[in-house]
């Protein structure tokens, strides 16, 4: 999606090898427009897929996968990465570890939101080495709900989640595959 | 908002007197249709109000929150409850009490999204004790920013927040304000 690589050329900050910062636009400060933009992208790549529901992570991949969910008409469900007092009764978890934070969390997915025979489109804002995304399959898997597809706003194609997740059968999509970073270089 | 109303009633569960649980359609499924009906309805309240920014808590204001900036075609800034090891320079940090996770958090911000002069819209999707906002206004107000105003989803106007951020000068909006919760019931 070119507006987007455009964006992250602009705007992304390769401060490693591994690390990308697009805080100005995709997760700190976001880009409602440019997210409305990624959402319609989506809802065309997936058109044929027989999309019933869009599931996301929280925090960073809920504008994009909100937008998403507006342009295919479809309700939006939250996974979640800590249990609020409230929401005890009727979910399933799994750990995940998280590279950005260095530690585990459990991702958490109230099953009643999730139907058997759904075919659920997961979005979110990054895809590295795919621990979340498979993570969120497992849940989403466990609850009934086949996976349509995963939609990365930004893949880090050089790290294994991409290929992974396409070796395990899963269709997947980038907005911006980025093959290459180093400091101050960004490459498609 | 007569239409949030309705759903509160068809779909909110009142726990208790304090608690009521929305995640149907606000907090964990989300109904991204109702979301956009509720930005619309902020535009049109703080239409008045010069803002030039929308700001947000992680994580359940950002679907609103991204509706109502597409509606006032206005960037959004993410206020974050956990900090990433990639975002540590240009932050301003205040603790914040959770109530419904019984435990302190750090809201973040990095000032380099939030400039002197800018007139912020805070929205989120509960407004209880206040205790997020005021340290959101707390963090907005050091980085230089105005409060245009707050805006809940859904206030509990039973709890003190409400009452203390208008006592404090600032302008408050409450899509639906709930005047009584107790098993069973749900007032406006």
């Known amino acids: 999606m070119e507006l987007l690589k455009q964006r992250i050329l602009k705007e992304g900050r390769a401060l490693s090898g591994q690390v ?21 992208e989506f809802a065309r790549r997936f058109a044929d897929a027989g999309v019933t529901r869009i599931v996301t992570i929280e925090s960073s991949g809920i ?77 989403l898997e466990r609850a009934g709900a086949q996976i349509a597809g995963v939609g990365a706003v930004i893949a880090k194609a050089f790290q294994p989640g991409m290929e992974k997740l396409r070796a395990a059968g899963y269709r997947v999509e980038a907005l911006a595959a980025v093959t290459r970073l180093a400091e101050g270089i960004i490459e498609f």
């Open 20 to 40: 990308l910062l697009v805080d100005s636009f995709l997760n700190h400060q976001v880009d409602v427009e440019l997210m409305k933009a990624c959402g319609e």
């Open 63 to 139: 504008a994009p996968a909100a937008m998403t969910a507006l342009s295919m008409n479809l309700p939006m469900v939250i996974m979640k990465k800590s249990v609020s007092s409230i929401l005890r009764d009727g979910i399933i978890q799994t750990e995940v570890f998280s590279f950005t934070k260095n530690a585990p969390y459990l991702l958490t997915l109230k099953t009643s939101f999730v139907h058997p025979g759904d075919r659920v489109l997961l979005i979110d804002d990054f895809l590295a080495n795919g621990e979340a995304a498979f993570g969120g399959i497992h849940l």
